[in-house]
């Protein structure tokens, strides 16, 4: 399989403006083609200037829905929520936003509930994506697919059939101590345009690692190179 196409970025100005064309592009075609566009689009800082950037762009957004790709089991508006953070980035855009979560998520999930929950929502979007654009941990985890967690395995697995998971994080994050649910690498890879944006030189060298490694179990994010090659670009700024 062929490799990620890597872009370097000179500063992140220049990636934030590269990537959010990549998605307003992808957008315009899926509305001209199909009438109707979705994203799946990462949490984190990284990734919401881009979203800031994309929603000063002229698109026709009330046939746009957007999804975070993966979702803590906390309440929407909790300042933890991956929904909270990207409508904020969107600011008054009037797109349509999706939710893999219940409003009043939080606790523990019960995986049957929360599951049912989120397949509920993947029925109201039309599949696949037409971009998912995706962050990297510096342990290598992409959407909410941890090194670790138990759930791992299958939802790497590439010849899955279920686009969704809960995971528990093993260890959980310090910094977000939850329960999540994401979309599988299956899920993510039937996406009609990939996105990795990733910053900063640990970030680089955390990508390099998996490169060498290959191994999913350790670095989560090589399950996704190998299994999307060529389809996948990489956008990387200092």
């Not at 001209?32 to 881009?50: C, K, N, Y």
């Not at 300042?79 to 009037?94: D, H, K, Q, S």
């Not at 009609?192 to 640990?202: N, P, Q, W, Y």
Request: aromatic share 6%.
């Amino acid at each position: 399989m062929m490799p990620a196409h890597q872009n370097e970025h000179s500063d992140f100005e220049a990636l934030v403006e590269t990537v959010a064309g990549r998605l307003h592009d992808a957008c315009e075609r899926a509305l001209e083609e199909r009438g109707a566009a979705a994203l799946a689009l990462a949490g984190g800082s990284t990734p919401m200037p881009v979203y800031a950037r994309l929603a000063r762009s002229k698109l026709d957004w009330p046939r746009v829905t957007l999804l975070p790709g993966d979702e803590r089991w906390v309440a929407h508006g909790d300042p933890a929520c991956n929904l909270t953070a990207i409508r904020a980035a969107f600011g008054e855009v009037p797109a349509r936003f999706e939710s893999l979560t219940p409003a009043n998520a939080g606790g523990e999930p019960d995986p049957a509930t929360a599951l049912n929950t989120a397949r509920t929502a993947l029925a109201r979007i039309g599949r696949p994506f037409d971009a998912c654009l995706l962050g990297m941990g510096g342990d290598g985890h992409f959407a909410s697919l941890f090194p670790g967690a138990p759930e791992l395995a299958t939802a790497l697995d590439p010849a899955s059939a279920e686009p969704l998971a809960v995971v528990r994080p093993d260890p959980l994050p310090p910094e977000a101590p939850y329960a999540r649910i994401s979309l599988t690498l299956s899920a993510i890879a039937a996406g009609r345009e990939l996105l990795l944006v990733i910053r900063g030189d640990d970030k680089r060298q955390a990508l390099e690692r998996a490169m060498q490694s290959s191994d999913p179990n350790q670095y989560p994010i090589a399950a996704l190179l190998e299994h999307a090659g060529d389809r996948l670009e990489i956008h990387w700024s200092p």
